[in-house]
């Protein structure tokens, strides 16, 4: 029995301009700048990574875990108002939970943000959900996604995982899973479990089970 794990920011949602413009609104209110640049150097960890940047590039102005509270704050309302599907998302998703293809959303965004999104999506469309709150270590570490796999109950070396950044591909290999990658500002690596297209678009289930054609042996065998 088999599965796919989906990232969730960048891969499912185009939350990553949200997390830019979020993250100059918060920097600028203490007097200092954010660039593009920046928000690559965190992108797809978790968020005491970027606290931890935003603390030494504003000097050290504000106690530790503003920076967090203060942008999960602007993050709230973005999602709530301003969020889209990445193209192709939803169509991809209800194809996956037609075939009966079990379906995890696995995030290093927080609980709160993640259940914000699951808002978007028709409900139960995802039999496994894991956000940092779920786990001592977020990305890149593997404990996210195998976390996700046990949850569903499958093996996750018969797992494929959909990522969109450097830390995310990193968990995603390093949990033992197949993965597609989607880079988004970054470029990624090459490895033997990876292969990596331009855009979430550009695949269907058709090609996925063409790729990895477990996935429809493990569904027939349920």
Known sequence: MSAILFDMDGTLVDSEPLWLQAEKQVMAEVGSTWEQSDQINCLGGPMEKTERYMQERSGNIKPLGYFSERLNDVMDEKLKHELRLIPGALELLLD????QIPMALVTASTG???RA???RFPAGLFSSTVSQDDVEHSKPDPAPYK???NQ???D???CLVLEDSITGVQSG???GAQVIGIPHLVQLQPHENLRVVNALSDLNLKLILDWYPHLDRSVRAK
């Open 117 to 119: 999104v699951l808002k």
């Open 156 to 158: 996750i070396k018969g």
């Open 112 to 114: 709160r943000q993640m």
């Open 147 to 149: 976390l996700a796999a």
């Open 173 to 175: 290999l390093r949990s």
């Open 152 to 154: 569903l109950g499958v």
């Open 96 to 99: 996956c939970k037609s075939a």
